[in-house]
Nanobody, 124 residues
Framework: QVQLVESGGGLVQAGGSLRLSCAAS????????MGWFRQAPGKEREFVAA????????YYADPVKGRFTISRNNAKNTMYLQMNSLKPEDTAVYYC?????????????????WGQGTQVTVSS
């Protein structure tokens, strides 16, 4: 079992930056591929970024490429999402997730554990 807790969300102006953290506890965190998803009001939860257990494999959704950076520190059981050049359309609840299977995942159904989410609001 993995427990995930996100933090770092908030209100920021367009063009600003935020850094989200996801603290994990429970079973061995370092063997889980992890990911970030987001859900805006009235929309389905969508993939943002994923990172392999070693950090060597990373993938981003097109809307965030070049602006967001996913990383992890297995010694601290923490995953991060550095978000730069934020846009109003980035406004959403951001969720971290972990999957049991090896390899990156890009779909909601591919992840086994979820955090409670943290709100990110970008004003224009």
């Amino acid at each position: 079992q993995v427990q995930l807790v996100e933090s770092g969300g908030g209100l920021v102006q367009a063009g600003g930056s935020l850094r989200l953290s996801c603290a994990a506890s429970g079973r061995t965190f370092s063997r889980n591929a992890m990911g970030w998803f987001r859900q805006a009001p009235g929309k389905e939860r969508e993939f943002v970024a994923a990172i392999s257990w070693s950090g060597g494999g990373i993938y981003y959704a097109d809307p965030v490429k070049g602006r967001f950076t996913i990383s992890r520190n297995n010694a601290k059981n923490t995953m991060y999402l550095q978000m730069n050049s934020l846009k109003p359309e980035d406004t959403a609840v951001y969720y971290c997730a972990a999957r049991v299977a090896v390899g990156l995942g890009y779909l909601v159904r591919e992840y086994d554990y979820w955090g409670q989410g943290t709100q990110v609001t970008v004003s224009s």
